[in-house]
């Protein structure tokens, strides 16, 4: 994570005396991933900028209680990872993947997918219709799974970073990991099948 | 034969995040490669899990925030007047 560096410049003092600068620095230098974490959580534009407004407001009103403990990058992606997932629980309170334990117990996903569409020409994986078969792919993720892909492998975090964040064991990081993978990989398996199935005909 | 060959196929399962991390354990590591050589259907599991991860973070747009939506935050957060937040 490259602001993670530029963030521990960050003076914990400073904020919980209230200076408003180092605040607005801090803004500057998070807004952007928070949103985007936001938007893939979400999927829509409006929600994201909920998320971040909420986000940074909470942060203001819990200064006090923040102890340093973490880096304020991590305590941030905290609040906002748990606003994101009030307003998934708000908006429709049942699960996608029905079969999926939240938690990620239970036996793994068998694959069920397997055609090896790697070698499709590069530009296939690039047109705007992939684009939406990535974002909607994440989507169908129950949320537990979703939150821990997009911190680990779209934010590149570490497992470590993840867990703490998250507030999770490494191990739960791992596992929710894994399964995130798998369905991921199914489902972007059945739409490049398809492709690699059109390029056949060409 | 068969039925043992799949049995091995998600025993392996589980490991196969960690191996396309690179953080698997040594010896795990070699029983999966292992196995990778004998079966077709676990390598292209493979390989098409490391692709997937690869296409969404190449898709991650690592641009800044759309101005707008910057405009509204500092707004919120009263800091508008911060000169150093107007760029």
């Not at chain 1, 914990?12 to 991933?33: I, M, N, Q, T, Y």
């Not at chain 1, 994201?48 to 909470?58: G, I, R, S």
């Not at chain 1, 070698?119 to 974002?135: N, V």
């Not at chain 2, 953080?23 to 292992?34: G, K, Y």
């Amino acid at each position: 994570m490259k602001i993670e560096t530029a963030v521990t410049d960050i003076s914990v003092e400073a904020l919980k005396a209230g200076d408003r600068a180092e605040f607005a620095r801090l803004v500057d230098l998070a807004s952007a991933p928070i949103y985007r974490l936001g938007l893939k959580m979400l999927g829509n534009p409006q929600d994201a900028e909920d998320v971040l407004q909420n986000t940074f407001l909470k942060a203001l009103q819990s200064l006090g209680n923040f102890e340093g403990r973490s880096s304020p990058l991590t305590w941030l992606y905290r609040i906002a990872v748990n606003e994101a997932l009030m307003l998934i629980r708000r908006q429709k309170p049942q699960v996608e993947i029905a079969e999926e334990p939240q938690d990620g117990e239970g036996d793994l996903p068998t694959p069920v997918q397997l055609t090896d569409w790697c070698c499709l020409p590069e530009s296939d994986f690039l047109t705007a219709e992939s684009k939406r078969a990535l974002d909607a792919a994440i989507l169908k993720l129950p949320e537990k799974l979703r939150v821990v892909f997009l911190l680990r492998d779209i934010e590149g975090m570490s497992i470590q970073e993840t867990s703490e964040t998250l507030n999770l064991t490494e191990t739960a990081v791992k596992t929710r990991l894994l399964r995130a993978r798998l369905h991921l990989r199914e489902q972007l398996s059945s739409y490049f099948t398809d492709r690699l199935a059109e390029e056949r005909v060409k | 034969m068969k039925h043992q060959h799949e049995h091995e196929c998600s025993d392996l399962l589980g490991s196969i995040s960690e191996y396309v991390d690179g953080s698997l354990r040594e010896e795990l590591c070699r029983e999966l490669e292992q196995h990778l050589s004998e079966c077709e259907d676990c390598r292209v599991v493979v390989n098409t899990m490391k692709k997937t991860i690869e296409l969404y973070q190449t898709d991650a747009p690592k641009d800044g925030l759309p101005a707008d939506v910057r405009q509204r935050l500092y707004k919120s957060l009263h800091l508008e007047d911060l000169p150093h937040t107007l760029h």
